[in-house]
T-cell receptor, first 112, second 114 residues
Framework: GQQLNQSPQSMFIQEGEDVSMNCTSS?????WLWYKQDPGEGPVLLIA?????ELTSNGRLTAQFGITRKDSFLNISASIPSDVGIYFC????????????FGKGTLLTVNP | EAGVAQSPRYKIIEKRQSVAFWCNPI?????LYWYQQILGQGPKLLIQ????????DSQLPKDRFSAERLKGVDSTLKIQPAKLEDSAVYLC????????????FGPGTRLLVL
């Protein structure tokens, strides 16, 4: 089935550093979403992107919807210990197909 | 506003046994989703309901998995009989309508099949 290639698989950074992760697909999506999952919990939506080229911020998080509609990236600035978790990208084709296709996730560890 | 509720939170069974998971979506949400999340992977959609009708069950292993959403509110997901490879977290999510509306996830049920 459809897969999203998410990288890197894991990151270990120092508190205060900036982080960047991205997601690519072989086919087009009309919506890109970024989720964070804490241990023992379900994913929580961080940012939703609906238009190609769109750049959206949510506090220290910034995400962009690639012009080709086949990729997206997420940046976290000035990381803090509570940023630790697994970040997932997800694509949605839209139209009559609202199914979310998730990447494999990026495990972020922040060293205080 | 109460979130998506799931139970049980953890379940350990032996292979070939049966198991059922329960989900109560956010009040008023018409769409309900069941996802399977294998360790190290992102969630994979198993089935999507719109009210009490199935919208998409293309990735549901129908020989052993079944789901229902009677009365368009609560939902149950059943596995019968379970296999070792069914060990995963089963996530329930709900959204007000299809489309752009955010999917809100529950905490999941962690299943271990021995």
């Amino acid at each position: 089935g459809q897969q999203l290639n998410q990288s890197p698989q894991s990151m270990f950074i120092q508190e205060g550093e900036d982080v960047s992760m991205n997601c690519t697909s072989s086919s087009i999506f009309n919506t890109w979403l970024w989720y964070k999952q804490d241990p023992g919990e379900g994913p929580v939506l961080l940012i939703a992107l609906y238009k190609a080229g769109e750049l959206t911020s949510n506090g220290r998080l910034t995400a962009q919807f690639g012009i080709t509609r086949k990729d997206s990236f997420l940046n976290i600035s000035a990381s803090i210990p509570s940023d630790v978790g697994i970040y997932f990208c997800a694509g949605q084709r839209g139209g009559s197909n609202y199914k979310l296709t998730f990447g494999k996730g990026t495990l972020l560890t922040v060293n205080p | 506003e109460a979130g998506v509720a799931q139970s049980p939170r953890y379940k350990i069974i032996e292979k070939r046994q049966s198991v059922a998971f329960w989900c109560n979506p956010i009040s008023g949400h018409a769409t309900l989703y069941w996802y399977q999340q294998i360790l190290g992977q992102g969630p994979k959609l198993l089935i999507q309901f719109q009210n009490n009708g199935v919208v998409d069950d293309s990735q549901l292993p129908k020989d052993r998995f079944s789901a229902e959403r009677l009365k368009g509110v609560d939902s149950t997901l059943k596995i019968q009989p379970a296999k070792l490879e069914d060990s995963a977290v089963y996530l329930c999510a709900s959204s007000p309508l299809q489309g752009r509306e955010t999917q809100y996830f529950g905490p999941g049920t962690r299943l271990l099949v021995l």
